[in-house]
């Protein structure tokens, strides 16, 4: 059986909040701080799996499905870019203050205002943590990049 466009979406809606979820069980139960780019990147997951879901819940398959999809794999794309340039560039830095992703989550208010979520509690080379020997930001880049492949699939596909 081939999955649906709405399953796929909802696939990576799931996969877009269980990924935050991840993310805030790593932080608050064992004790892992995110950085200005871990944060940003929880944004870009939530505004992912939220247009993900809304094309999900569309009725039919037409154009606006495949335009939620769209714009949740542009999110996608944000997100590879987003976590490469965390492990690439970000984790050497002693600091990610006044970088775009700390600008950008300061400037907008969320990390003072909600910031059981979107807090920045380390820099970007105190942050970097390995799971089963790859680095978490590698993780993330996968998922960005898996869920990106099953949009675009989404988008695309015969109904």
């Known amino acids: 059986m081939k999955p649906t466009s709405r399953c796929l979406l909802l696939l990576v809606a799931f996969l877009s909040f269980a990924a935050v979820g991840v993310a805030l069980i790593s932080q608050y139960a064992f004790g892992l701080q995110p950085c200005a780019w871990c944060s940003m990147q929880r944004l870009i997951y939530l505004v992912l799996g ?7 819940l569309m009725p039919g398959q037409g154009v606006s499905r495949r335009i939620a999809a769209a714009i949740a ?27 775009f992703a700390d600008r950008l989550m300061v400037d907008s208010g969320l990390e003072e205002g909600i910031t059981w979520l979107f807090g920045i509690y380390a820099s970007c080379m105190d942050a970097t943590a390995n799971i089963l020997g790859v680095e978490y930001a590698i993780w993330s880049l996968a998922l960005f990049a898996l869920m990106m492949l099953a949009l675009v699939w989404s988008i695309f596909k015969r109904h």
């Not at 939220?50 to 999900?56: E, S």
């Not at 542009?74 to 970088?99: K, P």
Request: proline content about 0%.
């Open 73 to 99: 794999a542009l999110l996608g794309i944000a997100g590879v870019i987003a976590a490469w340039y965390q492990h690439s560039v970000a984790a050497q830095m002693f600091s990610c203050d006044r970088t």
């Open 50 to 56: 939220a247009f993900a879901l809304v094309g999900a």
